[in-house]
Each structure stands twice: as C-alpha cells, then as structure tokens.
T-cell receptor, first 112, second 116 residues
Framework: KNQVEQSPQSLIILEGKNCTLQ??????????LRWYKQDTGRGPVSLTI?????NTKSNGRYTATLDADTKQSSLHITASQLSDSASYIC???????????FGRGTSLIVHP | ETGVTQTPRHLVMGMTNKKSLKCEQH?????MYWYKQSAKKPLELMFV???????ENNSVPSRFSPECPNSSHLFLHLHTLQPEDSALYLC???????????????FGEGSWLTVV
C-alpha cells in the first residue's frame, strides 16, 4: 500500500530558529517527491520537487533532501520567520497513476 | 494570485440542495483537478481532467459530479450532499497532465463548503 508519513505532526519554534520536517514514503515505483506549503485557509503552493537523481535542492531558506534508498525526505527551514507558520505537505505521485499520495502534513507555528 | 480562480469561496447548503463549484485557470494548462481537504486528513484527489479525458478516484460518491467544458474551466456539481462532505474543495491545474512527469500543480484558494 502506498503511504506517505510525515513527522512531527505539529511543531512550535521561536522566530529565527531552524527546524527540520520529515517525510517517509513507501510509494512504488518512485518518480518524484514534492513539498508544498499551505497557509491557513489557502491553497497549497509548491516549494520544491525532488526527482530520483537529486539529493538536495534549495529554495531560499528552504532546503529539501532526498534519500531514495531509505525512502526519506526532509525539509529544512533556516532562520524561521513568522510567515513560515503554515502546514507543510509531502506528496509522492504513484507511478503510472494520476492519484498521488499525500502526507497529513506538519503544522508549523513560528512564535515571535 | 496563483492563476487558478475558484468561486464561491464559501458555500453553505442544505442536504437537499443542488449547487456547483466553479474553477477557472488562466495558466494555459491542459489538466485540471478537484481535491477535497477535510479537517485533520490528507488532501484527497477526487477527479482529474487531462486533455479533456476524465480520471476519477473510485471512492468518490456519485453525489459529486464534475464537468470540464474546456481546458480552462472545471465545475463540481453537488447534489444531496451529507454533513460529512463539509470540507475545503481545492481546484488545481498543471501542464502535461500526469503528475508522474513532475509537473507542478497550481492550486486555487479553495471553496469552503458547509453542508447543514
């Protein structure tokens, strides 16, 4: 069964601190993994896409890593800002299928 | 502004009503999607229209009926819904259709649906 597990479920950090969100998947065959940011009451916005051959990809203060052998990905946020408060969702498309597998997301709250 | 516009943003309807959600994308994409997001649950893909061919999640009940008149417009017709259908309904689009190809999906702001 294709699954995407994210941890932690929720996280509270102080502004300026770093944090790392985890995503473990069992989707097969694997083609790519995406991280989305969803602000409260709004639609998700793509942060990064990781393909099989990519180990690390950065988008500003966001850095995603992928270990295809252990089927794990992480999203590292550096020098957090209040605007980083959101839900971060990991998504892995099922190979050959239009139906992707979504993680439940990690709810991040950044306090001043 | 993501280029995907949904209306209405909020909808309250009774279980015997018939209503529709509308989505329009201004990105020139050739695939459009409906997703459902319930509280504390992962996003759930309901329907995909790619090159005007429909692909659906077999677990979606028949009280949800999609319509895609062209590549820029997508509707979700709602009929005799249940209170448990209350959720955020997100429309999205992409170029290329298949998510396997790695194309980014652009989401609308969503339509909040409450069934009473």
């Amino acid at each position: 069964k294709n699954q995407v597990e994210q941890s932690p479920q929720s996280l509270i950090i102080l502004e300026g601190k770093n944090c790392t969100l985890q995503c473990n998947y069992t989707v097969s065959p694997f083609s790519n993994l995406r991280w989305y940011k969803q602000d409260t009451g709004r639609g998700p916005v793509s942060l990064t896409i990781m393909t099989f051959s990519e180990n690390t990809k950065s988008n500003g203060r966001y850095t995603a890593t992928l270990d295809a052998d252990t089927k794990q990905s992480s999203l590292h946020i550096t020098a957090s800002q209040l605007s980083d408060s959101a839900s971060y969702i990991c998504v892995v498309p099922s190979g050959g299928s239009y139906i992707p597998t979504f993680g439940r997301g990690t709810s991040l709250i950044v306090h001043p | 502004e993501t280029g995907v516009t949904q209306t209405p943003r909020h909808l309250v309807m009774g279980m015997t009503n018939k209503k529709s959600l509308k989505c329009e994308q201004h990105l020139g994409h050739n695939a459009m999607y409906w997703y459902k997001q319930s509280a504390k649950k992962p996003l759930e893909l309901m329907f995909v229209y790619s090159l005007e061919e429909r692909v659906e999640n077999n677990s979606v009940p028949s009280r949800f009926s999609p319509e895609c008149p062209n590549s820029s417009h997508l509707f979700l017709h709602l009929h005799t819904l249940q209170p448990e259908d209350s959720a955020l309904y997100l429309c999205a689009s992409s170029q290329g259709g298949s998510q396997v190809s790695g194309n980014t999906i652009y989401f609308g702001e969503g339509s909040w649906l409450t069934v009473v």
